[in-house]
């Protein structure tokens, strides 16, 4: 999940956990901003809902990904994050598609038919390698400028799209927010009952805990479904059709290396360096953006309240109800496609 950051952890959890399930509504215009919207039913979309599944060689990966709607529509990226896959987006592709836009949603390094094109490249999951990935993808399928939406890890690409490449960004959405790392804050001790909702990391940080998720992944990701959505009644289809994509040869080594990478206790890359330092003074984004949060995530996220002076641009925060908890995309579509929708047309 990559509800963890924000300008750093200790900046945004601590109001989090306070208001925990209930984040403020926050408007640029100083406009509180509410849109309902209840969880999809259980198997309303389908695979070929996605569009055509494609490959293309993009930077260090062969990047599988789902391609929907005109050639020519204006170009949209969904980005999905952990433990979830391309499959959150499936209700959310068709209303975009319908909507006239071209809907690409990749798997991230780690996920489904996406694989490293050398067996040496190390298996890296840091927060600005995942963004620019993204961005070498745009390059292969020759997308200039696109929105970019997301949730988890996607939400966190999204942020860092928009601060590190802005040209390159026409918008984004982003569910929890403003969730851009910061490994120095990440030092400091939050309180037992914020540090509590952090266990799985803490899990992620020993030998025990990589060989368990190796082993259990499957177990363990539903887990974490229910734990930070408890009122989507997902079926066992609907989960299956996702947890296919950690099947991928690289997807722990991703996930535990992505968790122990925030904690300091696996290093980065080199060629990185430049980047994180940028990313760790928590700068301002200027695109457009519509934030959202779901009135039943269980996961940690930051308060609306906090992370809004973190939005310079044409800005709004929407506070999605209906028992909408962390896979806001696939438990409120509609919402999740209005935002994109709308941070078009600013």
Not at 32 to 54: D, Y
Not at 238 to 252: G, I, M
Not at 276 to 295: H, R, W
Request: hydrophobic letters at 40%.
């Amino acid at each position: 999940m990559s509800h963890n950051i924000g300008c750093g952890r200790r900046c945004f959890l601590g109001a989090a956990m306070a208001a925990f399930g209930v984040p403020g509504l926050v408007a640029r215009s100083g406009q509180s901003e509410r849109q309902t919207a209840a969880p999809a039913i259980n198997g309303a979309g389908s695979s070929e809902a996605l569009g055509t599944l494609k490959e293309v060689a993009a930077g260090l990966l062969n990047v599988g990904y789902a391609d929907a709607g005109p050639s020519n529509g204006r170009p949209v990226i969904l980005l999905h994050g952990w433990p979830y896959d391309i499959h959150s987006f499936v209700d959310v592709v068709p209303l975009l598609a319908s909507a006239g836009y071209r809907v690409i949603t990749p798997y991230l390094r780690g996920y489904g038919t996406t694989r490293f094109l050398s067996s040496t490249t190390s298996r890296n999951g840091q927060q600005s390698a995942l963004a620019l990935d993204v961005i070498a993808f745009m390059d292969a399928v020759g997308i200039e400028k696109a929105v970019v939406a997301g949730f988890d890890w996607g939400a966190r690409t999204a942020n860092i799209m928009a601060v590190l490449w802005p040209e390159r960004c026409k918008g984004i959405v982003a569910v929890s927010g403003y969730l851009i790392g910061n490994r120095e804050a990440n030092r400091q001790p939050l309180t037992p009952q914020a540090e509590y909702a952090w266990w799985y990391q803490y899990y992620f940080a020993t030998e025990r805990g990589e060989r368990g998720y190796g082993e259990h992944r499957r177990d363990f990701s539903k887990l974490i479904w229910r734990l930070a959505s408890p009122r989507w009644q997902f079926d066992e289809a609907t989960f299956e059709r996702a947890a296919r994509s950690f099947d991928n040869p690289d997807h722990v080594r991703i996930v535990i290396h992505n968790y122990r990478w925030r904690l300091e206790l696996e290093a980065g890359e080199p060629q990185y360096d430049r980047l994180e330092a940028v990313l760790a003074k928590a700068p301002i984004i200027s695109v457009p953006a519509v934030t959202l949060q779901g009135d039943a995530d269980g996961a940690p996220h930051p308060d609306s309240r906090v992370y809004a002076k973190k939005f310079s641009g044409p800005y709004v925060h929407r506070f999605v109800t209906g028992g909408v908890g962390h896979n806001l995309p696939q438990e409120a579509p509609r919402a999740f496609a209005d935002a994109v929708i709308d941070v078009d047309r600013w």
